[in-house]
């Protein structure tokens, strides 16, 4: 079982996962910002390595991984974040990132490297698994779980072929668009998620768009876990001593159980 | 056209092409490919299509031997395929009425764009206009700042224009923009791609509908001349012009094939391979895989990557693909203008300045094609800029 999987071992316990753009708003607080979300409650961190192209990322992680790219911060030092990371902190870590990146660094060494400074699991948005099947092997070979994403229009072939090839749990994208904060959450969510749950005993995460308490609530209530990323970076912006985010991971976590 | 050996069932070029693109769009594309295969079986959408493309743009575009052109030279002998003819300037527009009307037929009635020159936008906002959909087209802030008329066009022809801010704030980022829509309105929206770029079935099917443009010039060159050309010259920025007229001809083994990148922007000649926008590709990164801004006067060929078919001929050695600068654009541009009283667009000037840098060195019995895509009167401000006129 990898240590992906561990977290969702105990099915009444619902996974927290948040996800920050490595180097935004500096190096120094990433390496601050996600000892405070382990210690606050969450269970699995995502770092974004950023991109030029974020292709499925609204306004607010555009900002981020534009600023972040100005600060100069590339794969290499992406590691090297997670690498001081993992000596910080004991709950696994996920690489969120662009194909790009990874294909320039090579599929091989970027997925030994990770391995070697103790990443455990890759999403890369732009990698459906017709595209994954050399990334997955190399990831695999190091016991690096390559996370898959499904969406709301995803039919009962692409549910299918997701459950088969994914590592460690399905990404389920709540609905048709970008990341980013929203008033609403789709009324079909439910049934979305159960659609999924019927094909398949992965372990169902749920992310994009989620970013008050309630809307925590009401996923978790048919979800394994939830993501939470646009709006960990707006409250990283509105205030660095980072009090306000500790509180709100605290209250998500009270929220999900 | 419908006969292809390329790409291959996963939308492959050998190495080059695929469907990077996130979850929610891969119902969309497998939508896509679907009704493009059906429509593809379906003569009456072929007799549609070809009906439009005769009446109402104008098809076929003429075969025009550039004699004083030729003469200027003194080499080969310059002939071009006169796309700057069709309807609203450029080739852009056969590639808008094949996807509007496939749009059409999917029940898809909100259709969305990027534009770099312009010239898309305005060839897709047309094709809404005649099919009676709603069109929003995506443009990076410096081209709408650089191509002003082609935004009035667009607008009067009931487009809405949406100005793109991000990055480089060009053609890049306007297809950032345009995808970000796509996957947010999905199920009531076509993306209607402008050039052989993006995720598998967009090079193929974009390559299909411009290949009208070298199956009329290989008609036209054998009714006239009653041989083929020894060179075909075509501007490559995404490369649908290009595509279109090298595709009918890729078997004609004795006739050479050549892409003309812009030199700040020339993905096949200096990039490295990678994934841009849906496809594998050559393309213009940095070191990290970041990609690269580019710059060209031309905003239609400000673009790093490149049609993943133009990566494919190149690596097979099918095509050869050379880099022009501004300056030498600009050359070309007025070369044109002066001997032939035509105003090319600041695109295909890149390739009539290659076409007659190629001819310089030829026999006068050789014969070159140059795809002349676009009209010029949207780059006169550009040009009058350069060239210090206010």
């Not at chain 1, 549910?159 to 389920?172: H, N």
């Not at chain 1, 668009?177 to 372990?203: H, I, N, Q, Y």
Request: charged content about 20%; proline content about 5%; glycine content about 10%.
């Amino acid at each position: 079982m990898s240590r992906i999987e561990q977290v969702f071992a105990d099915k009444n316990h619902k996974a927290l996962i948040a996800y920050v753009t490595v180097g935004y708003p500096s190096l120094a607080a990433t390496l601050e910002i996600v000892p405070v979300l382990a210690s606050s409650g969450c269970d699995i961190v995502e770092l974004g390595i950023p991109f030029s192209d974020p292709l499925a990322d609204g306004p607010t992680i555009q900002r981020a991984s534009y600023e972040a790219l100005q600060q100069g911060v590339t794969p290499e030092i992406c590691l090297e974040v997670a690498r001081k990371l993992r000596h910080l902190v004991n709950i696994p870590l996920i690489f969120m990132g662009y194909y790009n990146p990874v294909l320039r660094y090579g599929p091989e060494p970027f997925c030994s490297k990770c391995a070697e400074v103790g990443i455990d699991g890759l999403i890369i948005p732009d990698l459906p698994p017709e595209e994954g099947a050399e990334l997955e092997g190399l990831a695999q070979r190091q016991g690096i779980d390559l996370i898959y994403l499904l969406a709301p229009t995803s039919d009962d072939i692409r549910i299918k072929l997701v459950a088969e090839r994914t590592r460690g749990f399905i990404y389920l994208v709540s609905i048709t668009g970008t990341t980013g904060v929203r008033g609403a959450l789709p009324e079909d969510l439910e049934s979305f998620v159960a659609k999924v749950r019927a094909r398949t005993r992965r372990p169902l995460c749920v992310g994009f768009g989620i970013s008050t308490p309630a809307q925590a609530r009401r996923v978790s209530s048919v979800a394994d876990g939830i993501i939470v990323g646009s709006r960990i970076i707006e409250l990283i912006e509105e205030d660095g001593t980072l009090a306000n985010l500790r509180a709100f991971i605290g209250r998500l976590r009270k929220e999900i159980g | 056209m419908r006969d292809r050996e390329l790409p291959d069932e996963q939308g492959y070029f050998g190495p080059w092409g695929g469907k990077f693109v996130p979850e929610t769009l891969m119902s969309a594309l497998a939508e896509l490919e679907r009704a493009y295969a059906e429509a593809c079986a379906d003569a009456s959408f072929w007799q549609e299509f070809d009906s439009l493309c005769h009446h109402y743009i104008g098809r076929p575009t003429p075969l025009y031997f550039a004699r004083r052109l030729s003469e200027r030279i003194g080499g080969a002998q310059i002939i071009l395929k006169r796309e700057d003819l069709a309807h609203t300037g450029a080739h852009k527009i056969n590639n808008a009425l094949g996807q509007g009307l496939l749009a059409r037929r999917m029940g898809k009635r909100r259709i969305v764009a990027e534009t770099g020159a312009g010239q898309h936008g305005v060839a897709t906002a047309t094709v809404c206009a005649l099919l009676e959909m709603e069109c929003i087209v995506y443009m990076g802030v410096e081209d709408i700042h650089r191509q002003q008329m082609n935004v009035f066009r667009m607008k009067l022809l009931g487009a809405e224009v949406r100005p793109v801010s991000s990055g480089s704030r060009t053609l890049k980022d306007a297809i950032n923009e345009a995808i970000r829509d796509w996957v947010t309105n999905v199920r009531t929206t076509h993306y209607l791609l402008g050039s052989v770029v993006g995720p598998h079935p967009y090079p193929m099917m974009v390559r299909d509908f411009q290949s009208i443009i070298g199956r009329e010039a290989r008609e036209q060159m054998l009714a006239t001349y009653q041989r083929l050309p020894d060179y075909i010259v075509a501007c490559v920025g995404g490369g649908s012009n290009a595509m279109g007229i090298f595709y009918p001809f890729l078997n004609d083994h004795g006739v050479k094939l050549i892409g003309v990148e812009a030199y700040h922007s020339a993905s096949l000649t200096v990039g490295e391979p990678g994934v841009l926008h849906g496809t594998r590709s050559y393309l213009l990164q940095d070191k990290h895989g970041q990609v690269s801004s580019t710059h060209s006067i031309a905003p239609g060929l400000d673009y790093p990557g490149v049609g993943p078919e133009h990566s494919y001929l190149k690596d097979s050695g099918r095509a050869e693909y050379v880099a022009v600068t501004d300056d030498q654009a600009l050359e070309g541009f007025q070369m044109l203008c002066e001997t032939e009283g035509i105003i090319p667009a600041l695109e295909p000037s890149h390739a009539i300045y290659y076409a007659a840098l190629l001819a310089k060195g030829l026999p006068r019995e050789k014969v070159i094609v140059m795809n002349l895509s676009g009209r010029g009167d949207k780059d006169l401000e550009i040009v009058a800029g350069a060239m210090g006129v206010r």
